[in-house]
């Protein structure tokens, strides 16, 4: 606690002092720009990774960024959700996971779960469709492969349960709201979005915001559509280590190929 207190001391001091003004205008209105909905993890800072300013995000977080589907739950979510594209006006979405989510590592030892976090185990009934998508296609996976490709079949899986809402069902039909799938590596900072034109998770790294808007929406996730870190020209490779390497990637979509052969 006492961390916090010199914190907000600090905040107090010298942070409000600068920005006063920006807190004077938004102390009767919020305009934010995206809605985002990631994970409670401590290491997921939604305005530190994409450097933006107070009042920029409206956030919905929760345990494995989870949207119950319409209906299904009492939750806060979907409250989150109508007021902030009806009230609030957002036409943009990022349903954003994570690398080495908690979450993801639960559903995949959901057994365990039941015991010894009854709580958590009901929560995450909200992923079963990602359990069980995982579960039928991907069993040549094991590991941190896995997991990687649990976090991101979640994503999609979300995405899905967003367009359950019948406001995110109607204004998207409309063309008039956009949905984006994220996932963020926390080791390299990297973040990868879901494209829907080749069913991967692509680094969006340096990409111009007309490129970005081109490739990235995912209005209509397939159920199985995963190359977690796809393989990208040496030129165009981010500095640092992919999250996946390039030979787990092509497994990856080699299960997916098939997957989808037999549907
Ligand atoms: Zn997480």
């Known amino acids: 606690m006492r961390k916090l207190l010199q914190g907000l001391r600090q905040f107090q001091d010298s942070h409000f002092p600068k920005r006063q003004e920006l807190f004077e205008r938004l102390a009767n209105d919020q305009k934010p720009i995206v809605l985002f909905i990631t994970c409670s993890d401590s290491r997921i800072i939604p305005s530190l990774i994409t450097q933006t300013d107070v009042g920029d995000i409206f956030t919905i977080r929760n345990v494995g960024n989870i949207i119950p589907p319409y209906g299904s739950s009492n939750g806060g979510e979907g409250a989150a959700i109508e007021y902030a594209i009806q009230a609030l006006g957002i036409d943009q979405v990022i349903v954003c996971g994570h ?100 069913h991967a998770f692509l680094p969006i790294h340096n990409l111009s915001l007309s490129e970005y808007q081109s490739a990235f929406q995912a209005t209509s996730p397939l159920p199985i559509a995963c190359q977690v870190s796809a393989p990208i020209a040496k030129s165009e490779a981010p500095n640092h280590t992919p999250w996946l390497s390039t030979s787990q990637s092509e497994r990856i979509l080699r299960g997916s190929n098939g997957s989808n052969n037999s549907n």
Do not use: F
């Open 99 to 198: 690398s080495n989510c908690g979450a993801m590592k639960g559903l995949l030892k959901i057994d365990y779960l039941e015991e010894e976090m009854p709580l958590v185990y009901e929560w995450l009934k909200h992923a079963e469709s990602t359990r069980r998508l995982v579960k039928d296609n991907y069993q040549h996976c094991g590991g941190e492969d896995l997991l990687g490709i649990t976090t991101a079949e979640n994503v999609l899986t979300q995405i899905d349960n967003l367009q359950t809402y019948p406001i995110v069902h109607s204004r998207s039909r409309q063309g008039s709201l956009k949905i984006y799938g994220w996932i963020y590596d926390i080791e390299s900072g990297e973040v990868l979005a879901y494209d829907s034109e080749s």
